[in-house]
């Protein structure tokens, strides 16, 4: 098994990587983690290496960077061959307010991150993995979108945005590796124990921890699934929101708690 994962050093992305590690213990597991924090990657890859003896290599870089990202999958592609699976996971969430002239950057942060960075961590691996999936070789694109996606709200414009776009936009890419034979998963996750969400100040139902919750979306990708909400929950919730009329929803959102605003240098 052969893994590529962002936004590696916290969060969903380190679990996904000891979830990896951990159930392909004994496998020949090799795993690239890629993140800005260069110091939390190499501890993570001690870790990994030292508790279930896997392979890693790590790629300290901004995914907002398409040079850097072309570069860490052209060096894996050559130590290792395709990866059988990519997860874009790496993402940022904070308040924005249109109306505040200094949240135009943070606007900006956000959609480069949550969006661009998942083009900028498929494509390069996209032609090798399409070779791959000919020679009958598993071949699978995650995304990790949000339940924020669904519907906006406010206090958080700009992450809303930006999963709904992630989201409309791993649909499309769906479509379009029908013809190559490579699967392209969306996972959106409802609240998750993470420091992302460490940091918001309101009732976060069915927060899952993240070792669970990393379970859950290896057990998603591993079936395949097209487009999935963990936990099964919040799927109701969702499927409840797309429902309710703008005029309602309007009503139901308007004194909703808004995220924290925080600094996204």
Known sequence: MKVFITGASSGIGEALAHEYAKRYQGEGVIIGLVARRASHLQALKDTLERQ?????????????????????????????????????????????????????????AVMDINVLGLVYSFQPFI??????????????????????GVRGLPGAG???????????????????????????????PGYIRTPMTAINRYRMPFIMAANIAA??????????????VIPWQMGWVARLMRLIPPVLWDFLARNAPHKPRINLD
Do not use: W
């Open 52 to 108: 279930y003896s896997a392979q890693c290599v790590i790629y300290p870089l901004d995914v907002r960077d398409a040079v850097a990202l072309t570069q860490a999958a052209s060096h894996f592609i050559t130590q290792f061959g395709a990866p059988n699976v990519v997860i874009a996971n790496a993402g940022v969430s904070s308040g924005t307010l249109t109306e505040n002239v200094e949240d135009a950057a943070a606007f900006k």
């Open 127 to 148: 032609h090798v993995m399409r070779e791959a999936s000919g020679a009958g070789q598993p071949a699978q694109l995650v995304g990790i979108a949000s339940m924020a």
């Open 158 to 188: 700009a992450y809303s945005a930006s999963k709904a776009a992630a989201i409309a936009y791993l649909e499309s890419l769906r479509v379009e590796m029908l013809h190559y034979g490579i699967t392209v998963t969306t996972i959106a």
């Open 215 to 228: 379970a859950k979306f290896v057990n998603a990708i591993e079936a395949k699934r097209r487009f999935v």
